[in-house]
């Protein structure tokens, strides 16, 4: 069975940095492609961010230079190193797997998180 837990989140003012963590069980990070989602109040959910399984990594047009998606084999953990963050970026992060890939780009799976709030405000 396929856990997802991701850590990390708070409250952070303009221009700050947050990393968030998802901690995976039941699934090698290195073997499958693995995302970071978020949800703002009153918006649909959004890919942030994906790290494929030869590590090859995408991003949202927003969050790009500023979010970067990494992965520990070790630890069987995905990280969101987010800098630079904009009051815009607050949302509902969700780690996710189990998608397909299709043409380079990803489409939601089945296994999700329970969710980090992020918060950016002064």
């Known amino acids: 069975q396929v856990q997802l837990v991701e850590s990390g989140g708070g409250l952070v003012q303009p221009g700050g940095s947050l990393r968030l963590s998802c901690a995976v069980s039941g699934r090698a990070v290195s073997t499958y492609a693995m995302a970071w989602y978020r949800q703002a109040p009153g918006k649909q959910r959004e890919l942030v961010a994906v790290?494929?399984?030869?590590?090859?990594?995408s991003y949202a047009d927003s969050v790009k230079g500023r979010f970067t998606i990494s992965r520990d084999k070790e630890k069987n953990t995905v990280d969101l190193q987010m800098n630079s963050l904009k009051p815009e970026d607050t949302a509902v992060y969700y780690c996710?797997?189990?998608?397909?890939?299709?043409?380079?780009?990803?489409?939601?799976?089945?296994?999700w998180g329970q969710g980090t709030q992020v918060t950016v405000s002064s």
């Open positions: 996710n797997t189990g998608g397909t890939v299709l043409n380079g780009r990803y489409s939601a799976g089945n296994y």
């Open positions: 790290i494929f399984r030869f590590g090859t990594t």
